[in-house]
């Protein structure tokens, strides 16, 4: 099969992208190359109609492997499998039970729970949990912002009953002090204190990311894409300086951030806009040095933590 893959392009010569241009400009017949085939984005970038090789040459990404540092082509080695995820607003927790196992049963492998502050208790966890195997799919929740720290403890308690192994379990509780003074208009609450209690009510959950940058709100709000992920990255980073500031290691920080991205259908600068996120989250994430906090293979050369650099996403259509 490669031979003759290999015979079948030999019967082709090279055409240069002079060769292309002057066929081009003798189809447009005189019309404006420009303003006729050069697509001018809402971002600010010209697309051209098409790209050559020469067009890579100096780019750096293009070294870029998969599930290495600065992660611009995702960041795992080995798949780049994403989740599932299905939203379900909890009016009743054992209503909202018969619906995710329904679900689950369906290919689900991510749940989120949007929870009353008032309902909440133990049973209320118990119920809504019944019959889920949390080592087997992710589980997200979000509160109003006054109830994270309580949410996280009584979740710690189910699962450590359940005698769940606490280090595989993934899933995110949205705390999003920013988000709420966006869209309110106001700040409330004590961020730094209320993170602070949220990191160690979550200390035995690993994998749990609870520290949210939640962009979809920029996105639905009609934010260009580069606005969302610049605002998003800035977002981002005033957790870590101000947690860190407050004496909460880098590393710790940077693996509790979750970033929930909207996307619109816009298809080729979206991918670009996950992949530029990546990269770029990664070397802000390294610019605080983060030490790694345990033994592993991932470390920078001045032993930085790679593994805090990994941009956790979550992605929802606009």
Not at 11 to 29: G, I, R
Not at 214 to 235: D, K, M, R
Not at 236 to 260: C, H, S, W
Request: charged share 30%; proline share 3%.
């Amino acid at each position: 099969m490669a031979d003759s893959k290999e015979k079948l392009f030999s019967d082709f010569s090279p055409v240069s992208t002079e060769q292309w241009m002057e066929k081009v400009t003798a189809d447009l017949k005189g019309a404006d190359f420009e303003k006729k085939l050069v697509w001018r984005t809402n971002e600010g970038f010209k697309v051209k109609p098409f790209y050559r090789m020469e067009d890579l040459e100096g780019l750096k990404t293009t070294d870029a492997l998969p599930g290495e540092f600065p992660y611009l082509r995702g960041t795992k080695k080995d798949n780049n499998e994403w989740l599932v995820r299905q939203e379900i607003k909890v009016e009743c927790p054992k209503e909202a039970n018969a619906k995710a196992l329904d679900i689950l049963n369906k290919g689900v492998d991510s749940l989120s729970f949007h929870v009353k502050a008032k309902e909440l208790n133990a049973e209320y966890i118990e119920t809504l949990l019944k019959d889920i195997c949390a080592e087997c799919v992710e589980l997200n929740f979000s509160i109003c912002q006054g109830h994270v720290v309580e949410l996280a403890e009584l979740l710690v308690a189910y699962f450590q009953k359940k005698d769940y192994d606490l280090t595989k379990l993934q899933g995110s509780i949205n705390y999003d002090y920013f988000n709420k003074m966006l869209t309110k208009g106001k700040e409330k609450g004590d961020m730094v204190a209320t993170a602070k209690a949220l990191l160690e009510a979550t200390a035995s959950l690993p994998k749990y990311r609870v520290l949210n940058v939640n962009a979809l709100t920029l996105n639905n709000a009609g934010s260009y894409i580069f606005q969302e992920l610049g605002y998003a990255l800035a977002w981002g980073n005033e957790y870590m300086n101000q947690l860190v500031d407050a004496g909460l290691p880098a590393a710790m920080v940077a693996k509790k951030i979750r970033f929930n991205f909207g996307i619109s259908s816009n298809y080729f600068l979206e991918i670009a806009k996950f992949r530029a996120a990546r990269m770029l989250w990664a070397n802000i994430v390294a610019s605080y040095s983060p030490e790694c906090l345990r033994d592993c293979d991932n470390k920078g050369k001045d032993n930085e933590c790679r593994c805090a650099a990994k941009m956790k996403i979550h992605a929802e259509t606009s």
